[in-house]
């Protein structure tokens, strides 16, 4: 696992965000995993947050920064990219969405809400593709 992020080219950007939500998904794990880090966005005041059908907040992941910027619309806006580390996301973060029952939607676009998952679910798919990485 490496700190940090990877740079992306412009056709990168545009290919995989234009994948199905379950193929983003596959990749947001691996390079979370991959990288340590997990993307969300958020300001001074606090952490974006949205809602899925059954009513529940949901936290918006990505596996970059870049793909978390183009997401910064609408209601969003003023919002930025901001890390969290993987080893703080899967202490911290995800015990406090189970507790507040909050989801996860793994890598939305502009125009996809992503694939929303419980956080036990996220987690456990992290620390599976963390485990073939050690």
Not at 29 to 57: F, H, P, R, T
Not at 74 to 89: T, Y
Not at 105 to 122: D, E, H, W, Y
Request: aromatic share 10%.
């Amino acid at each position: 696992m490496r700190a940090g992020w990877y740079a992306m080219n412009d056709q990168e950007f545009e290919a995989v965000s234009n994948l199905a939500g379950n193929r983003r998904y596959a990749y947001a794990i691996k390079k979370i995993a991959d990288w340590g880090i997990v993307w969300s966005l958020g300001a001074d005041d606090g952490w974006v947050l949205a809602g899925d059908a059954e009513g529940s907040e949901v936290v918006p992941i990505w596996p970059h920064p870049q793909f978390a910027a183009a997401c910064a619309l609408g209601s969003w806006v003023g919002n930025a990219p901001r890390p969290i580390e993987l080893a703080a996301w899967l202490e911290k973060w995800i015990p406090g969405m189970m507790r507040d029952q909050r989801r996860v939607a793994v890598f939305p676009t502009p125009t996809n809400k992503g694939i929303v998952v419980s956080a036990t679910r996220l987690k456990d798919d992290l620390e599976a593709e963390l485990s073939l990485i050690e």
